[in-house]
C-alpha cells in the first residue's frame, strides 16, 4: 500500500511544480479595457487606440468590440460638431427638421468660411465615420454581451479646442435637441445596460444616418447652397453678398422679414440635378439593412429573460426610459411593418399614389432608376410619373394597426425602435 501512497504524492508533487511554472510565466493576456473611462473624460482618441491595440489579440471579445464601436460613434458625432463649429453654424428654428443642424453647436467667434465643396466634404466624413462603425459592430455575434454605460456623462469637444468641459456633456445635448429637462442628477442615475439587441439596433442606425448622408451627396445642391447656407452658417461663400448683411434687432421679438422670404426660396430651390447616381443605390441598400437589422435586434431582444437596466426592452422587461412601456401589440405591428416595407423595397408592393388611386408608386425604382429631385413636383405629384403603374399596393390595415398600437406616440416610437 505504501508504494500507492508514494505514487499518488510524487504525481501531486509534479502537478503542483508544473501549476507553479505555468504561473510563474509571464502572461500575454490582456485586461479588457472599458469605453467609460474615455467616454466620460472626452478622451475619445485615446479609448480608441487602446479598444484597437486590445482586439488585435483578443478579436473575438465582442464586449470590447461593442465598446470601440460606440467610442467611434462618438468620435464621428464630435468629428461632426467640430466641423460645423469650425463653419460657425447657427442655432436657427428653420434647422429643427435638418438632423445635422439640430445639434447644439455653440457660438463661433472666428468662423471660417463655408464653401460648397466644404459642406459636401463634411458630409462625407459622416458617412465615413459611420461606415467605421459598422465595420466595427458588425463581427458581434455573443448572445450574452453585456456593456453598462452612463451615455448622459459622456463629453464631447463641441469646439475642437481639445478639451470636453462640462458644458460639453451630452445629457447638455440631449436637453437642447429633445427640449427635455434632464438634470446632471439624472445622467448620474441613467445606466444602461446595452446587450447584443442594441448592437444590432446601433448598427442599424448608422444605415439610417449613411443614408440621409448619401441623399445629401447624391444630388447638386449648390444653388440652394448659395441663396440659403447663410440661414445657418455666419458666412458663407455666396454670389449673393448681400445675403450676409444680419439687420439688427432691437429686441428679442424683432422679426426679419427676409426670414420667411428665404424659406420660400429654400424650397424654390430644392431641386436638384442628380450628379452621383449610384448614391441612391446604396440608399435603397441602406434601407434594406434597416429592415433586416431591426428583424435580428428584436429576435434576440425577444429572446431575452432578465430585465437589466434595458434600453429597448421586450414586453416583459422594463426599460431604463421612465413611463415607458413597450406592448405585445407595438411589437406584433413593428414585426409586421418591417415585413411590409421589406416588400416595398424589393418592388414587390407599391406605395398610394395621392392623385389617382388606381395607380401607384413604384418606391423602390426611384432609386435603382433615379432622375432629379423636385421637392415641389413631388408633393404636386409629377414628379413621380416615371414610377406610376398598377401594381400591388402596400396593405393599409398593416399601418392602421401601427396607429392603433403606437397611438399619438408614433413617430418618437418609430425613431426609438429604429
Keep these: 500500500m505504501q508504494w500507492i501512497w508514494r505514487s499518488l504524492i510524487a504525481i501531486l508533487i509534479t502537478c503542483l511544480i508544473?501549476?507553479?511554472?505555468?504561473?510563474?510565466?509571464?502572461?500575454?493576456?490582456?485586461?479588457?479595457?472599458?469605453?467609460?473611462?474615455?467616454?466620460t473624460t472626452g478622451k475619445l482618441a485615446e479609448g480608441e487606440?487602446?479598444?484597437?491595440?486590445?482586439?488585435?489579440?483578443?478579436?473575438?471579445?465582442?464586449?470590447?468590440r461593442f465598446g470601440l464601436g460606440v467610442i467611434q460613434f462618438m468620435s464621428g458625432t464630435e468629428r461632426l460638431m467640430q466641423s460645423l463649429y469650425r463653419y460657425g453654424m447657427i442655432q436657427n428654428p428653420a434647422g429643427g427638421s435638418i438632423p445635422f443642424f439640430r445639434l447644439p453647436v455653440p457660438t463661433n467667434p472666428k468662423p471660417q468660411t463655408l464653401t460648397y465643396d466644404g459642406l459636401q466634404q463634411v458630409f462625407q466624413g459622416w458617412i465615413d465615420d459611420l461606415a467605421t462603425v459598422r465595420t466595427t459592430l458588425e463581427p458581434i455575434k455573443d448572445q450574452n454581451l453585456k456593456l453598462a454605460l452612463r451615455l448622459g456623462l459622456v463629453r464631447l469637444?463641441?469646439?475642437?479646442?481639445?478639451?470636453?468641459?462640462?458644458?460639453?456633456?451630452?445629457?447638455?445635448i440631449f436637453n437642447s435637441v429633445t427640449g427635455a429637462g434632464v438634470t446632471e442628477k439624472d445622467a448620474q442615475q441613467f445606466l444602461i445596460a446595452f446587450d447584443r439587441g442594441d448592437a444590432l439596433w446601433l448598427q442599424g442606425y448608422t444605415h439610417v444616418l449613411g443614408a440621409i448622408g448619401e441623399f445629401l451627396r447624391a444630388y447638386d445642391s449648390r444653388e440652394l447652397f448659395a441663396a440659403c447656407a447663410h440661414l445657418f452658417f455666419q458666412n458663407v461663400d455666396t454670389p449673393h453678398k448681400f445675403l450676409l448683411i444680419r439687420p439688427k434687432k432691437t429686441d428679442e421679438y424683432s422679426f426679419n422679414i427676409f426670414d420667411p422670404l428665404d424659406l420660400v426660396t429654400a424650397v424654390h430651390l430644392t431641386k436638384f440635378p442628380?450628379?452621383?447616381?449610384?448614391?441612391?443605390t446604396t440608399i435603397l441598400n441602406h434601407m434594406k439593412s434597416v429592415i433586416s437589422l431591426s428583424r435580428e435586434s428584436w429576435k434576440s431582444i425577444l429572446a431575452e429573460t432578465d430585465s437589466d437596466r434595458e434600453w429597448i426592452p421586450n414586453p416583459k422587461q422594463l426599460s431604463v426610459i421612465p413611463q415607458v412601456r413597450?406592448?405585445?401589440e407595438m411589437v406584433k405591428s413593428?414585426?409586421?411593418?418591417?415585413?411590409?416595407?421589406?416588400m416595398i423595397l424589393d418592388g414587390k408592393k407599391n406605395i398610394p399614389f395621392w392623385r389617382d388611386e388606381k395607380l401607384s408608386i413604384d418606391f423602390?425604382?426611384?432609386f435603382t432608376e433615379p432622375r432629379a429631385f423636385d421637392l415641389v413636383s413631388w408633393v404636386q405629384g409629377?414628379?413621380?410619373?416615371?414610377?406610376?403603374?398598377?401594381?400591388?399596393?402596400?396593405?393599409?390595415?398593416?399601418?392602421?394597426?401601427m396607429v392603433n398600437a403606437f397611438g399619438s406616440n408614433l413617430f418618437g416610437f418609430v425613431v426609438w425602435f429604429n
Design 18 to 39: 508544473s501549476i507553479s511554472a505555468i504561473a510563474l510565466q509571464p502572461s500575454n493576456a490582456a485586461i479588457a479595457p472599458l469605453p467609460d473611462p474615455y467616454l
Design 49 to 64: 487606440k487602446v479598444f484597437k491595440d486590445y482586439l488585435k489579440n483578443n478579436d473575438k471579445d465582442d464586449k470590447a
Design 157 to 172: 469637444d463641441f469646439d475642437g479646442d481639445g478639451k470636453a468641459d462640462d458644458k460639453e456633456m451630452l445629457w447638455k
Design 274 to 280: 442628380l450628379v452621383e447616381p449610384q448614391r441612391m
Design 326 to 328: 413597450v406592448t405585445d
Design 334 to 342: 413593428w414585426l409586421k411593418s418591417l415585413d411590409e416595407i421589406a
Design 364 to 366: 423602390a425604382r426611384i
Design 382 to 401: 409629377t414628379a413621380a410619373t416615371p414610377y406610376l403603374e398598377k401594381g400591388t399596393t402596400t396593405d393599409a390595415r398593416v399601418w392602421n394597426e
